[in-house]
């Protein structure tokens, strides 16, 4: 199963509703199939959730968004199963 994410262009962003609506497009069973479009659409809302995590982590500590870094988590959780929540 190829699970390589693409990183994210400089200066590409991503909103919060693609990402909800890619994690509500996830077919969760992928890690057991294997299927092409199940592990396609885990790994188009991975790629977003990076685009996130760049945009709203950086790469100095210092000037982290706390709040959009734990709303990032919070929607994933929210929609992931157990065996992939943070």
Known sequence: MDLQFKS???GETATWEEFETALRAVDWSFHETEEEEAVASYVKAKEIETVLLVM?????PHNIDKDN???IYSI???HAPAGFRY
Do not use: H
């Not at 709203?56 to 100095?60: K, P, Q, R, V």
């Open 56 to 60: 709203y982590g950086g790469t100095n």
């Open 8 to 10: 994210p262009a400089k």
């Open 69 to 71: 870094m734990n709303k």
């Open 76 to 78: 994933w959780n929210k």
